[in-house]
């Protein structure tokens, strides 16, 4: 498997290749892939490590430690703050994340048609995109009943008469010959394996810092890091596709001087979780991960179970600090529900001498009160579902002990205590023809710029209401098709 870049007679620092992409996550991966096999050199660089799925347990401090980004510590400041994670490793987030898949709805694509003037980019026009990544990163149903965990949730919306669904996720279930359990579809498993297949090289522990165009060629500066070291290196190629996510793509473009509509349009998922305490065991380690979500107030916002291992139960319950001694004794009845929503903007700036960027997000006094509605629905369903009490992860939020105390519940969000994070960030690049919005082209193009594409989440023109990743893809996989038709790579 080569992943060093093969000597072109440049010297160990300097690389000339067709393509570059940075990048690994969903998009990168998918684009590279993709250009490898349309017979091009293609050099993937990725920040952070090149780690197996096993190399950690998943959603343990050791994954966190060795593939998010800051160890998962990154704040959006504003009035009321946000707490965001990103992936950061061979495969970005898709290494991290449960895979919950969805294809975005029609209305989600109408509407960024509409707002930003994308040229074909209907649901019917991306299916065959979401069908080929489908095929590649298989996407399937648990093979047996889901976790209690979850099926609760499912049982009070039925209740309730509320629409709930299992969702599929990136996960290829299937034991093989040898007996031994499915896999998740992560792009290391999937999408990094085929480049690398097609003859592409990948450069792990490597960050691209500055990109710059002169003689008709892109340039972009690296910085390759091992434990003791580091070294500047130097690339050129014909294309450039930036595909470090929707807020390091946009701190990389404006750090090279590239700044029209970047970095200005942030958007995301804002997420609010719950504690509920049930009379029995629902919380089995070992059990499948759950896979409910409800949908009965799409687009506004929408619940489901997060992963609740006892390590995230104390986490959750640090607004209840008397209630510690109860997660360590009664953790099994206990898990983790969220709603999350689509309001709130933000922006990406970067400052000379600072490594991270500047993150600044506002949530309007709607988008605040969407999250309190939201909260009290979710309490709602958790008691329908016979829950004994709710903690909400909120300081200084009370505790539901029935659904008479629900109404003790503010009617709108307190911006300073809301607690609110997100692991769903899109649209700081958004794609289109409208110039006074847009970063790029209906295709990924950089308004202005020759063969430089954006290729991840920041291109979506704005939430996309369920789980972001299908459609990262999908658009990765439209767009990249259309730059190997018009021989812009
Ligand atoms: C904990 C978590 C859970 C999630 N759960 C789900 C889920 O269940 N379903 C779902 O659909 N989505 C989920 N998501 C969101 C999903 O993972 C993202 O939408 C998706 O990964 C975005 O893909 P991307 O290619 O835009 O960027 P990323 O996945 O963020 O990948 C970008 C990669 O580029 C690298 N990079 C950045 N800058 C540079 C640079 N300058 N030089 C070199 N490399 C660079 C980064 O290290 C990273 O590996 C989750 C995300 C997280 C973090």
Redo the contacts with the bound molecule.
């Keep these: 498997m080569a992943i060093f870049p093969r000597g072109n007679g440049l010297g160990p620092d300097k690389i000339a290749a067709d393509v570059v992409v940075?990048?690994?996550?969903?998009?990168?991966a998918v684009t590279a892939s993709m250009c490898a096999e349309a017979g091009k050199f293609v050099v993937m660089?990725?920040?952070?490590q090149n780690l197996p799925l096993e190399s950690a347990p998943h959603f343990s401090r050791e994954e966190i430690l060795q593939k998010y980004?800051n160890a998962g510590v990154n704040i959006g400041f504003g009035a009321a703050k946000i707490a965001y994670?990103?992936?950061?490793?061979v495969?970005?987030?898709?290494e991290?994340?449960?895979?919950?898949?969805h294809r975005a709805p029609e209305a989600v694509f109408d509407r960024w048609r509409s707002d930003y003037r994308v040229d074909a980019l209907s649901l019917s026009e991306l299916t065959p995109h979401f069908a080929a990544c489908e095929k590649v990163a298989k996407v399937e149903y648990l093979p047996g009943p889901a976790p209690q965990l979850s099926t609760r949730l499912e049982e009070g919306a039925h209740r309730l008469g509320w629409a709930c669904l299992e969702v599929p996720r990136l996960y290829a279930y299937a034991t093989d010959a040898t007996g031994a359990p499915g896999r998740k579809q992560s792009m290391s498993e999937t999408f990094v394996p085929r480049f690398l297949e097609a003859g592409g090289e990948l450069m792990p522990d490597?960050?691209?810092?500055r990109i710059a165009r002169s003689a008709g060629r892109w340039t972009v500066h690296?910085r390759r890091s091992n434990p003791t070291d580091s070294q500047e290196i130097e690339l050129t190629a014909k294309t450039v596709f930036v595909?470090?996510?929707?807020v390091?793509t946009p701190l990389?473009l404006r750090r090279s001087g590239i700044r029209r509509n970047v970095g200005d349009s942030l958007r995301f998922h804002p997420m609010l979780k719950v504690v509920a305490l049930f009379a029995d065991e629902i919380n089995t380690p070992g059990e499948l991960e759950p896979v409910h979500q409800i949908k009965e107030f799409d687009p506004r916002f929408s619940m489901g179970c997060s992963m609740s291992k006892r390590p995230a139960l104390a986490l959750a319950m640090a607004a209840h600090p008397q209630m510690m001694e109860a997660v360590d004794r009664d953790w099994r009845r206990m898990a983790i529900y969220y709603v999350q929503s689509t309001g709130g903007i933000g922006r990406v700036r970067s400052f000379p001498g600072f490594r991270d960027p500047f993150v600044r997000v506002e949530l309007s006094p709607l988008d605040l009160k969407e999250l309190a509605e939201g909260l009290t629905r979710l309490a709602e369903v958790l008691f329908a579902a016979g829950a004994q009490a709710v903690y909400p992860s909120i300081p200084g939020y009370p505790v539901l002990f029935s659904p008479a105390d629900i109404p003790k519940l503010p009617q709108t969000l307190p911006p300073k205590q809301a607690n609110v994070t997100t692991?769903?960030l899109f649209s700081s690049c958004p794609m289109g023809e409208d110039m006074h919005k847009c970063a790029t082209s209906s295709f990924g193009r950089v308004h202005g710029a020759d063969n430089l594409f954006i290729a991840?989440?920041?291109l979506l023109c704005g939430p996309t209401v369920v789980?972001?990743?299908?459609t990262?893809m999908a658009v990765a996989h439209r767009n990249v098709t259309r730059a190997i038709e018009d021989r812009a790579i």
């Design positions: 940075i990048g690994s996550g969903p998009g990168g660089l990725e920040e952070g980004r994670v990103e992936g950061c490793c495969g970005g987030g898709s991290v994340n449960r895979g919950l898949y490597t960050c691209a810092t690296a595909a470090g996510g929707a390091q990389l692991m769903h991840d989440a920041s789980n972001p990743q299908g990262v």
